[in-house]
């Protein structure tokens, strides 16, 4: 069975700080998708990236960046130069394509708090 | 940009009262989803909906809740008979594809049940 692990709940930082959010995965499948999802305090989930398994070249989108190491089944996320408005619960997740579709397993998610 | 309607965004109901949960997915998507998060916790998988049939529930989507797709826009989620564990966010999304698997959620219900 599938599983997501964000062992960090919370973390605090000072604006313009780096931070990386980790995530390690379980999964029996060859072909799965990973994804990083943003829940600001309004509460809505927005999408920020999608990961296939076959792929492990990092991803940069302007100040965000993925390292996805399947030897290590991490995909973890890191801000540079964060700002307040990074300020959300940081979800990572998991779809298990050959089993089940894309259903979704979530991880317990990270607490971002970006200090002024 | 085509997004996922939810509505209402908020539901008070009494327990014991049956709800209806109401979601306009992205016109050109395939897959439909609830998802359900408590208070401070985690997304959880509900059920998954796929030409016109669950394709896919978790062991919390019990006989209380059903899923339909009345018209070609919208996508309900009902719960009969509710009770105070039932309040949560109940989100819905949609995805395009099995392949496209990025799913695209709306903004939320939150329902609480008194």
């Known amino acids: 069975a599938q599983k997501v692990t964000q062992a960090q709940t919370e973390i605090s930082v000072v604006e313009k700080e780096d931070v990386t959010l980790d995530c390690v995965y379980e999964t029996r499948d060859t072909t799965y998708y990973l994804f990083w999802y943003k829940q600001p305090p309004s509460g809505e989930l927005v999408f920020l990236i999608r990961?296939?398994?076959?792929?492990?070249q990092n991803e940069i989108s302007g100040r965000y960046s993925w390292n996805f190491q399947k030897s290590t089944s991490s995909f973890n996320f890191t801000i540079t130069a964060s700002q307040v408005v990074d300020s959300a619960v940081y979800f990572c997740a998991l779809s298990e394509q050959e089993t089940s579709g894309s259903r979704l397993t979530f991880g317990e998610g990270t607490q971002l708090t970006v200090n002024p | 940009e085509p997004e996922v309607t939810q509505t209402p965004s908020h539901q008070v109901t009494q327990m014991g009262q049956e709800v209806i949960l109401r979601c306009v997915p992205i016109s050109n998507h395939l897959y439909f989803y609830w998802y359900r998060q408590i208070l401070g916790q985690k997304v959880e998988f509900l059920v998954s909906f796929y030409n016109n049939e669950i394709s896919e529930k978790s062991e919390i989507f019990d006989d209380q809740f059903s899923v339909e797709r009345p018209d070609g826009s919208n996508f309900t989620l009902k719960i009969r008979s509710t009770k105070l564990e039932d309040s949560a966010m109940y989100f819905c999304a949609s995805s395009a594809s099995r392949r496209r698997t990025e799913a695209f959620f709306g903004q939320g219900t939150r329902l609480t049940v008194v």
């Open positions: 990961r296939n398994s076959f792929d492990e």
